[in-house]
């Protein structure tokens, strides 16, 4: 499904003040997600550290009194995460801070974007059940 902007529909959305008192509200609602979609415990954990990684990175950017937006896409053996703000020049994280060397490595996929007043940061993880064992690394 669409949206009516042409954007693919998300399949949850979760909106919630645009404040770090409310992570733990992100996190369990990431992990409750995956573990629907049949996620590995430590696949969980990945995404529970993603999630609070990304949040790390749009909160600051956040206008005063403003949401955050939370849109997940669910797929078999894989969830979509898009979290964005409204800000007011919104700037894309440095890909060489901590926090985004941490996204990067815990997810399959992970960007950034940004339009004259949002930020958004999108994660998408595969579950290791649904990738088959000889593509995974060894360990």
């Known amino acids: 499904m669409t949206s009516t902007d042409g954007r693919p529909r998300a399949d949850v959305e979760l909106r919630l003040p645009a404040d770090g008192a409310y992570a733990s509200l992100l996190r369990t609602t990431t992990a409750g997600l995956a573990a629907r979609l049949d996620f590995t415990i430590d696949d969980i954990e990945d995404l529970r550290i993603a999630a609070s990684e990304a ?11 403003t949401d955050l937006l939370c849109e997940y896409f669910l797929q078999p053996g894989r969830l ?3 979290l964005s703000v409204r800000a007011a020049s919104p700037g894309v994280p440095d890909r060489d801070s901590f926090g985004w060397q941490v996204l990067s490595t815990l997810a399959t996929a992970a960007t950034a974007e940004t339009t004259a007043d949002r930020l958004t940061v999108s994660v998408t993880m595969e579950s290791a059940l649904a990738t088959p064992r000889d593509a995974r690394a060894p360990g």
């Open 55 to 65: 949040g790390a990175l749009v909160l600051p950017e956040a206008e005063a009194g």
């Open 80 to 82: 979509t995460l898009r």
